[in-house]
């Protein structure tokens, strides 16, 4: 209202206002009410954007208002302002390319239909070209520039029944056999434009990536299409945040063209995105020659839910290598298969391919098809209200994950993949593949071409009972003794620890601890009568000094109960722990916190009773398993009936009774028959 001051603030003077009312060239002056502000006219206020009205753009669906468009682009560019799109009722018609050199294009809104109205472009070239786009936008958005409120039409209907009419499945996975289309909105040269709003529906792909420079985000846009977004050129960092990505074939499709050394791939960032309601999250192309390998995917992807999968969240080249990737939180839904191709589907919810592309049999294998997986990668899951799992409706599905090649080492964590997976070629012919599950370390991780090592232990070796002393004021029974896992076991009663020790159950210890410490270890038996009887173990000799780095403390123990801590020079205790674990191995984990001074020992208190240690373990930095010896990452080993290998295994060692469940399966190719082999 005028003359009353905005949100408190006090009213113009009269004089202010009369100026305000007076008239420049019979225009008159608009004053903001603000304190301080200018007047200015209407028109002048309105120069500071251009808009495609104002160079004859009509919208009304029917009249071409490419040239309109363009030169008001052009106008843009060549002052510096924003390019202004206005809503019209039926929305522009544009038949040829706009380049855009401006640094801002501007919408009222994403126009949404009935829903909500907003600024519509309706792309219908004259002529059209694999990846000619709506929108080219140069290199005046270099160092940023926004591109916002808009929605862009193409007039293609990539129906999923009419997939076969524009894919070709026996030039899958070369670029080629996808029918030539426009796309929405193409990236070139030096641009790092920033979208937000976007919308894209009846095009080949939304977005077409090709720029040399990277660093292109995008906010809350829908990247529709045959692919949602098509990135030819990796120029690296690309951001999305927010919004959908959809594609009738895959919602982001990516190649191998060869850029800066990257030979192709797609590397990028994603938060809270929705993807989905395709045959494919992620689908590798061929589109330019490369030499052995080319790159796959890498980045963070956090928060991602991929809804109603038709046939794999993953499908990557053989030859390419991902590395580098984290996928946490999120989710995955799988697409029942329509059976009916080419009957139109009973709703847009089924989103398997047609079986003219890929036979109804071989649909749904699997979840994640990689070619190479190297170090740094780590998939996660959203808790265990999604869990992984294979395809419920496929006829033959074959596991969660397939790998070509495997060369990852302990910096990965697949985790989650639980062990159901397919590796075509590993990593050496004498390789073994470990699974371990525990609190140790990540919970999970996948371990390729490397043994368990003996790692360095600050404290002096645990499994040799001479290090260990018995506190001299503890005047109760006490007795120490060390031997093999067998051997305490036969000599552990239910009368000494109170519990249903003689029960399988108890005393099977679980997988983690199989896995880490092998079949049948050394373990420490600390008994004590009536009373409490602290017994202590030194980290080296005259203690150790941490220099302020963080403390990792681990131990497995059966039995008790007991109390563990770590005593400093200073008198005072750190990491003080309680374990009655006289059902159960448990395992004892303290990580993350720095000694105030000198490490002197770890004391170990039993109040009574028989309690059994086995792993005792204090590191630097970070957690490390321990043993004495090397443990060989398959439990056991693979036992290969009748097969003519020149497999060098490890020798076999003594053989232990099996767990009742393995850790997960392996399948391999022998004498080319596919085996699948449990592993412990």
């Not at 052009?74 to 924003?82: L, M, Q, S």
């Not at 193409?154 to 009419?165: D, I």
């Not at 939304?206 to 120029?235: E, K, M, P, Q």
Request: charged share 20%.
């Amino acid at each position: 209202m005028r003359g009353a001051g905005l949100m408190g603030l006090p009213q113009l003077a009269s004089a202010e206002r009369a100026a305000a009312d007076s008239s420049t060239n019979g225009e008159k002056l608009y004053l903001p009410e603000l304190p301080g502000s200018v007047a200015r006219t209407i028109s002048q206020r309105l120069a500071d954007r251009i808009s495609v009205l104002d160079f004859g753009a009509v919208g009304d669906g029917r009249t071409d208002d490419t040239q309109a468009f363009q030169s008001a682009a052009d106008a843009a560019a060549a002052t510096g302002k924003t390019l202004f799109v206005p809503a019209t009722g039926n929305g522009y018609r544009i038949t040829d390319t706009i380049q855009i050199f401006c640094r801002h294009v501007l919408g009222d809104s994403n126009y949404l239909g009935s829903r909500g109205r907003g600024t519509l472009v309706r792309f219908e070239p004259s002529v059209v070209a694999d990846m000619k786009p709506c929108f080219a936008i140069r290199d005046g958005m270099y160092a940023s520039g926004v591109f916002e409120n808009i929605a862009i039409h193409g007039r293609e209907n990539y129906a999923r029944e009419r997939l076969s009419e524009v894919v070709r499945a026996d030039l899958l996975p070369d670029y080629q056999a996808f029918s030539p289309g426009v796309c929405a909105i193409g990236v070139f040269g030096l641009s790092q434009p920033t979208f937000r709003n976007i919308s894209t529906v009846g095009v080949k792909a939304g977005l077409y990536l090709d720029s040399t420079n990277g660093h292109i985000s995008s906010y809350d846009c829908y990247w529709s299409g045959l692919f949602g977004v098509y990135c030819h050129r990796n120029s690296e960092d690309y951001f999305f945040m927010g919004g959908q990505i959809h594609g009738i074939f895959a919602c982001v499709v990516f190649g191998t063209f060869d850029h800066a050394n990257h030979n192709g791939g797609f590397t990028a960032a994603m938060y809270r995105v929705h993807m989905g309601f395709s045959p494919y999250a992620f689908y590798q192309v061929r589109d330019h020659l490369f030499l052995l390998r080319c790159i796959g995917l890498s980045g963070r992807f956090d928060y991602v839910r991929f809804e109603r999968i038709g046939e794999a969240i993953f499908n990557f080249l053989p030859q390419s290598i991902s590395g580098g990737l984290s996928i946490d939180s999120f989710g995955m839904s799988w697409s029942p298969i329509h059976r009916e191709f080419p009957k139109p589907q009973p709703s847009g919810w089924i989103t398997n391919l047609p079986p003219d592309i890929l036979p109804y049999e071989e649909q749904q294998q699997y979840m994640m098809r990689f070619g190479v997986v190297q170090n740094n990668v780590h998939l996660s899951w959203l808790g265990d209200m999604s869990t992984i799992r294979r395809s419920p409706y496929a006829e033959k599905p074959r596991g969660i994950a397939l790998f070509e090649y495997l060369a990852c080492s302990d910096t990965s964590n697949l985790a989650v993949l639980r062990g159901d997976f397919e590796v075509k070629r590993s990593t050496r012919p004498d390789s073994w593949t470990r699974y371990r599950i525990g609190p140790a370390a990540r919970k999970g991780d996948l371990m390729v071409d490397r043994d368990v090592a003996p790692a360095g232990n600050l404290l002096a070796a645990p499994e040799a009972i001479g290090n260990w002393s018995r506190a001299p004021d503890m005047a109760g029974a006490a007795r120490l003794t060390s031997g093999a896992l067998k051997d305490m076991w036969d000599s552990l009663t239910a009368e000494a620890t109170g519990s249903q020790v003689g029960s399988q159950t108890a005393r099977e210890p679980p997988l983690a601890f199989l896995e880490e410490l092998g079949a049948n270890p050394t373990v420490l038996k600390l008994e004590a009568g009536p009373g409490r009887v602290v017994f202590r173990l030194p980290f080296g000799d005259g203690g150790l000094e941490t220099e302020r780095r963080a403390l990792y403390l681990g131990f497995w123990v059966f039995g008790g109960p007991i109390v563990s801590r770590v005593r400093l020079g200073n008198g005072h205790d750190f990491y003080e722990t309680y374990s009655d674990g006289r059902q159960v191995w448990k395992k004892i984990v303290c990580v993350d916190q720095i000694p105030a001074s000198k490490i002197e020992a770890l004391t170990v208190q039993l109040q009574g009773g028989v309690c059994l240690l086995a792993g005792v373990m204090a590191t630097l930095d970070g957690p490390a398993p321990y043993n004495a010896r090397n443990v060989p990452r398959v439990r056991g080993g693979l036992a290969l009936e009748k097969v003519e290998t020149d497999l060098h295994a490890p020798p076999a060692g003594e053989a232990a009774p099996l767990p009742t469940r393995p850790a997960g399966y392996l399948t391999v190719e022998i004498n080319g028959e596919q085996r699948r082999l449990p592993y412990y």
